[in-house]
């Protein structure tokens, strides 16, 4: 089988944070993703619904054999073991696992979009992305994730602080 190189945005702002990004990477490993470097963990405003808890956000660089249906599959089910319950879109989650990049292709179906359609536009998505593949061209815009992350202005840039490593 082939080994794809991934990079994957966790958050979780219930409950015990840490202690499910802790979780969550365990169970990635687990679950068919050699993590292969991790930013460090940053504390974050709300993106799209404010009015709920900070958030706890940290990326990951992982290699796996899985196709990106697979990959998005075991995600969500990692999400699910860890207690996630689906509500209010952008709302508070105990785990949200964000599938960024995959190799660098482009790739849209009715379930996953890849690049990540939003992340663009996310501190808590570039701040630590940046640490772990700051040369990381973005397949669309052509952009490094570093030259995205200057790119950001205002609350997305300085609405953050870094907290610790897992």
């Not at 990326?59 to 996630?84: D, F, M, W, Y």
């Not at 660098?104 to 701040?127: N, Q, S, W």
């Not at 640490?131 to 790119?151: D, M, N, Q, R, T």
């Amino acid at each position: 089988m082939n080994e794809h190189a991934v990079l994957l945005s966790l958050g979780s702002n219930l409950g015990d944070r840490l202690g499910m990004l802790r979780r969550a990477v365990e169970m990635l490993k687990r679950n068919g993703a050699e993590i292969t470097d991790l930013s460090r963990v940053y504390e974050t405003m709300p993106w799209g619904v404010t009015e709920q808890p900070l958030f706890l956000n940290i990326c990951a660089k992982a290699h796996t054999e899985l196709a990106p249906g697979q990959l998005l599959e075991t995600v969500k089910n990692i999400e699910s073991g860890l207690g996630r319950r689906r509500g209010k879109r952008w709302g508070p989650r105990e785990i949200d696992i964000d599938i960024i990049f995959y190799d660098r292709i482009v790739y849209k179906d009715e379930r996953l979009v890849i690049p990540h359609p939003h992340m663009h536009e996310r501190g808590f998505v570039l701040a630590p992305l940046s640490e772990i593949a700051p040369g990381y061209i973005h397949p669309v815009f052509s952009k490094s994730v570093a030259e995205l992350l200057a790119g950001l202005s205002g609350r997305e840039k300085d609405d953050m602080i870094w907290i610790t490593k897992i």
